[in-house]
């Protein structure tokens, strides 16, 4: 049995490994480049197979970089993963990091060299530009969030905002902590940072606080950031019942001004600020829906706009490829301190980033930390990276920036949609079903038999990269060409199944009390 190179992917000339296009059985042949590799192992589809002998020891390499280093021999054919290869981090191995190198990315071609592009958004009176048009109902603690929900829940049965066509829904803000944690701990700061985040949101056209009473995450030191709130404080309202009576009656007095505000009008791309994730990720994810999500990206760069990428344990092993395009050194050294942070944070509990791989992601075909990192920072395209922000912190700066936030997926979303993210893209491999109001989120598939198997789900397809040939810089422009749609009102798969109020998780640090 012989098949060609084709049904192996070598994403670089120096790759000693290859990724099976289909499913491979001992035995099958392969031309590779004038030699005949014969498969020795079951290869299942996305995984890695030994295009050369190894020996114990070797540095392999994917995308031409390195992902880890040999266990034992192996041999040309054999199947690369968690038997025979061990992460670099595991193995000790420092990962060569040159903060000098800054600001090798490329930068976006002259204004005048491109025509100007718009979309349809929601002008804010403070000059903000929403995509939706929210209230918004937030706890201020897990005890208030059952109210939360059924004042929401009294907006979504069918008709409640027939009155107000413009009004993309009640949403309820919940979240299980607020109390039990150090008054003037980093744990609170980032809750009410946040949360804040969350209430100031251009796609939230007003917004309703609930809160217990007797918190340590009290309402009134939001209130002070948020003008002229009324907040609702269970304890002082008499109780659960009446509260939800005076919420319902508070978002009933606010949908008018909220419906007038809804008016689209054609704004510059400037003022889309896209969060970039990726979960469930494969073999496939580095191939073809981060790379084509970071060709878009480019191109909303190169309009002026702001692209936020996150998940900083997720670089491991590739921090290299940002911060060499690093504006100034001061933003690479604010890069590498952070993972520097979670290779702390990570080993106090006798753990290493390593273990972020899932075993979704490990059954996908990725094996070690250093090859998702590499796949995942393609979602970031090649401009420099202008910033470095906090978890939740606003962000300003236009281009493409970074935020510190875990490799959780509804927790780095949370904090870049709290830091302004008015669309977010999330890439998958496995099939992660995903929503995050009231920020729209657009699902890229990794490959067209993920796509067509969830299509109810996924958005857009970039598996055409491996079955039809084509070019990620064309995907790439299909995508940015989305964006700007789902940007003026078009529902994504998530917002017509109604996904989002659960994905609401603010990153919790600090002890719990």
Request: glycine share 12%; aromatic share 4%.
């Amino acid at each position: 049995m012989s098949v060609s190179i084709q049904d192996v992917v070598r994403l670089d000339a120096t790759d000693p490994v290859g990724l099976a296009s289909g499913d491979l059985e001992p035995g099958t042949e392969l031309d590779v480049d004038g030699a005949i590799v014969r498969v020795i192992d079951a290869i299942p589809r996305g995984h890695k197979l030994a295009l050369v002998d190894l020996p114990a020891g070797t540095e392999v390499r994917k995308y031409g970089q390195p992902i880890g280093l040999a266990l034992r021999d192996i041999a040309a054919g054999e199947h690369v993963h968690e038997h025979n290869l061990r992460s670099l981090s595991r193995a000790g191995a420092a990962h060569a990091v040159d903060p000098t190198l800054t600001g090798a990315g490329s930068e976006p071609a002259p204004s005048g060299s491109r025509p100007q592009r718009t979309f349809d958004g929601i002008l804010r009176a403070d000059g903000r530009v929403g995509t939706r048009n929210y209230v918004g109902i937030l706890s201020s603690v897990n005890c208030s969030a059952t109210v939360v929900r059924r004042i929401a829940a009294a907006f979504a049965v069918p008709g409640a905002l027939d009155e107000f066509p413009g009004v993309d829904g009640v949403i309820a803000i919940t979240h299980g902590t607020g109390c039990g944690l150090a008054a003037d701990g980093e744990g609170l700061a980032l809750l009410r940072r946040t949360l804040a985040g969350y209430a100031r949101h251009p796609n939230v056209g007003a917004v309703v606080l609930v809160g217990l009473g007797c918190e340590i995450n009290q309402i009134s030191a939001l209130t002070e950031d948020l003008g002229p709130v009324q907040p609702l404080v269970i304890q002082d309202l008499g109780g659960s019942a009446a509260t939800v009576r005076a919420g319902v009656e508070q978002v009933r007095a606010l949908l008018p001004s909220v419906a007038a505000s809804a008016q689209r009008s054609p704004q510059p791309t400037s003022a889309l600020v896209l969060g970039l994730n990726c979960g469930g990720s494969d073999a496939w994810s580095g191939v073809t829906a981060n790379p084509v999500l970071g060709a878009a990206v480019d191109r909303l760069v190169a309009a002026g706009g702001t692209a936020v990428l996150g998940e900083t344990p997720e670089i491991q092993g590739a921090a290299h490829l940002l911060t060499r395009r690093a504006a100034s050194p001061q933003v690479a050294q604010e890069l590498l301190e952070l993972v520097a942070w979670w290779e702390r944070y990570a080993s106090a509990d006798g753990g290493s980033l390593d273990n972020n791989p899932s075993p979704g992601n490990r059954a996908g075909g990725i094996t070690t930390i250093e090859e998702k990192s590499l796949g995942a920072v393609a979602k970031g395209g090649s401009t420099q990276l202008r910033a470095v922000y906090r978890y939740a912190q606003t962000v300003t700066e236009h281009g493409l920036v970074f935020m510190d936030t875990p490799g959780y997926d509804p927790v780095s979303v949370t904090g870049i949609v709290a830091g302004g993210a008015n669309v977010v893209c999330f890439t998958t491999g496995r099939g992660s079903v995903f929503g995050c109001r009231p920020a729209p989120s657009i699902k890229l598939a990794t490959t067209t038999a993920l796509y067509q198997r969830m299509v109810d789900d996924m958005d857009f397809d970039c598996g055409a990269v491996i079955e039809r040939g084509a070019s990620v810089s064309e995907l790439g422009e299909a995508l940015f060409e989305e964006i700007l749609a789902v940007a003026s009102g078009r529902p994504t798969k998530s917002e017509e199944f109604g996904f989002g109020d659960e994905e609401f998780v603010p990153w919790q640090l600090g002890a719990v009390l």
